[in-house]
Structure formats: C-alpha cells, structure tokens
T-cell receptor, first 112, second 113 residues
Framework: SVLLYQKPNRDICQSGTSLKIQCVAD?????MFWYQQFQEQSLMLMAT?????????ESGFTKDKFPISRPNLTFSTLTVNNARPGDSSIYFCSSRLGDTLYFGAGTRLSVL | GDSVTQTEGQVALSEEDFLTIHCNYSASGYPALFWYVQYPGEGPQFLFRASRDKEKGSSRGFEATYDKGTTSFHLRKASVQESDSAVYYC????????????FGIGTRVLVRP
C-alpha cells in the first residue's frame, strides 16, 4: 500500500482568502488525485496531477480556483483560491498503487 | 456516463446480523468494481476489487461477486460487529486499472451492540 499524509488536517479561513493543502506520499507515485467530499455526501474527483505536467481538471473544477502543483513523485499541493463558504468540505489526496487507490486522512476546510 | 447506484442510504443492524448493501453500475465493457470503507475522520480505505464477471472479492469477512448479467456488485457480510459501523462506498473504475473512480453515494452502516 501507499501512505499519504495531509497537512493541515483541519483549517478555518475567511472568505476571499487562499489556503494550501499539502500531501506527501511515503513512496514515489506516478499520479496523485484530489477529491472533494461535502458533508454526508460522496467523493468527487477534482483533478489528476502527474509529476512535471499541468494537472487535469474534471468538469466543474478549474485551475484558477484550485491550482495544483506536483513538483516531484512524492508531493502535491492543492490551493483553494478566493475561498467561499461553498468550498467548505473535506479535501482528500489519493494515489494509485497497482490498480488500487489509496487516500489520505483528509483536510477539513471551513470557510467563514 | 459511468455511474454507480447504491440503494440503501443507511442500514441499522444488531451485532451478528447479516449485512447486504446493494450496488448496481452502468458502464460499457468490463469496468473494475471496488468497495471502500470510510470511518469517521478518516479517508476511504480500500476493501477489495473485482474486474471480471463472476469474480469474487473479499476482505475482513466482507465479500461481493461481480455480476455482469445484473450489473451488480453487492456487498455482504454474514455476521457484523459494532466495529463495522462506517460508510461503505461502491466505486467503478474508468478502465481496468481503476485510476479514475466513480463513487456511489455511500451507505452508512450502524451496528448496535
């Protein structure tokens, strides 16, 4: 398996500010994924990030709002720009080993 | 597009009861099918997968059989414990590698001691 560590595990921010979520894998992984989960709802894939290339975003998610960096094979950051209360949710990083996805513990974001 | 339907939003049981969570999918070909479990405050954990017709996946006493005829991958456990209380997600992989997962809405399982 692959272990993914996210930081912070929880954050509260004011509307209009930006915040950064970090994800570190305990081994090198080709692709990292970011998921969004609203309370009591399922997980939604936001984007796929491969090392050294632009992230690929799913419908409804944009680079301007959720820029993602992937500087090496163990690290990725997700930024939430111009945060709004509607962005309040849990953000998970995920990575694939073989054909199985593994998830970090999540970052719970509350936007006031 | 691909989709996963879990019909039970919440299931309440007593310990040693039999658990069934229904999962049906819609996709072309032979997608990979997965079950994940999510405990409070944690990320989803992989339970098991299957990728071809009649293949059975199992882990921790849970099992499911890939049925292409009925497009189903129902989760079952013969005797649940309180520690099985969690949210269970059925998921579908966009290809056999499953690198892009489509999740169902999840089923919350509450097991009373």
């Amino acid at each position: 398996s692959v272990l993914l560590y996210q930081k912070p595990n929880r954050d509260i921010c004011q509307s209009g500010t930006s915040l950064k979520i970090q994800c570190v894998a305990d081994s090198q992984v080709v692709s990292m994924f970011w998921y969004q989960q609203f309370q009591e709802q399922s997980l939604m894939l936001m984007a796929t990030a491969n090392e050294g290339s632009e992230a690929t975003y799913e419908s409804g998610f944009t680079k301007d709002k959720f820029p993602i960096s992937r500087p090496n094979l163990t690290f990725s950051t997700l930024t939430v720009n111009n945060a709004r209360p509607g962005d309040s949710s849990i953000y998970f990083c995920s990575s694939r080993l073989g054909d199985t996805l593994y998830f970090g513990a999540g970052t719970r974001l509350s936007v006031l | 597009g691909d989709s996963v339907t879990q019909t039970e939003g919440q299931v309440a049981l007593s310990e040693e009861d039999f658990l069934t969570i229904h999962c049906n999918y819609s996709a072309s070909g032979y997608p990979a099918l997965f079950w994940y479990v999510q405990y409070p405050g944690e990320g989803p954990q992989f339970l098991f997968r299957a990728s071809r017709d009649k293949e059975k996946g199992s882990s921790r006493g849970f099992e499911a059989t890939y049925d292409k005829g009925t497009t189903s991958f129902h989760l079952r456990k013969a005797s649940v414990q309180e520690s099985d209380s969690a949210v269970y997600y059925c998921a579908l992989g966009a290809n056999s590698a499953g690198n892009k997962l489509t999740f169902g809405i999840g089923t919350r399982v509450l097991v009373r001691p």
